[in-house]
């Protein structure tokens, strides 16, 4: 499925990085809204007269350090921009996915225009979250109608590790990869115990 000189591959590689994209700017949208609120909220009268109802000496002065705070943060991170950013990628990766659509699969000179078109964005990318780019490898395989071996397996760690570091890079091994390397070591056990057993 992620060979690019197939229709099936060009195919797959587009969707897989337009439902990136689509769930990389949905969290960043949530984000920049998020911090809106608190900004609004933290800036408002009623939320200075409500400090002073508090009785804390200077608690308004506590609340417009947390309103520039806020404000400063999402200033910095700007995941406004970043949520426009990922919507245009998506919008690119969703028009060659139609042009992918109109071709015949034995036309090899269109699918090599189109995987030249995907290289030509792949330059724009910024850089990606490893476990939201794992889910949706996951999700083009289950679109597109693959196997369980072929879903990335995402463990726990994983994503606690990515939510911390998102760009961190994992070695992903399909559920396929990941029941072989177990049935090995299960072998290799299993000889070392009968080899052990011939010389006790």
């Known amino acids: 499925m992620s060979d690019l000189s197939t229709l099936e591959g060009v195919r797959f590689h587009t969707l897989r990085n337009a439902l990136y994209h689509t769930a990389r700017r949905q969290v960043l949208e949530r ?3 998020f911090f ?3 900004v609004i909220l933290l800036g408002t009268a009623a939320a200075a007269d409500a400090a002073e ?3 804390v000496d200077g608690a308004d002065v506590w609340l417009g350090i947390a309103t520039a ?3 400063s943060v999402q200033l910095v991170f700007d995941w406004g921009g970043r949520a426009r950013t990922h919507q245009g990628l998506q919008k690119e990766y969703y028009q ?3 042009q992918a659509e109109a071709i015949d699969g034995a036309d090899t000179a269109a699918i090599k225009s189109l995987a030249g078109d995907l290289t030509k964005i792949y330059a724009d990318e910024p850089p990606t979250v490893q476990v939201a780019d794992a889910e949706a490898h996951n999700a ?5 109608g693959g196997g369980y071996g072929d879903l990335i397996k995402i463990s726990i ?3 606690v590790i990515g939510f911390l570091f998102p760009s961190t890079p994992f070695e992903w091994k399909t559920y396929e ?3 072989r390397d177990a049935r090995r070591r299960w072998h290799r056990r299993l000889l070392r115990r009968w080899y052990r057993s011939l010389f006790k």
């Open 69 to 71: 705070a806020v404000g």
């Open 96 to 98: 060659i996915l139609a």
């Open 31 to 33: 984000r920049n809204r």
């Open 177 to 179: 990869e990941v029941e």
């Open 140 to 144: 083009a395989c289950q679109t597109m």
């Open 36 to 38: 809106n609120l608190l």
């Open 53 to 55: 109802l508090t009785g």
């Open 157 to 159: 760690f994983m994503r």
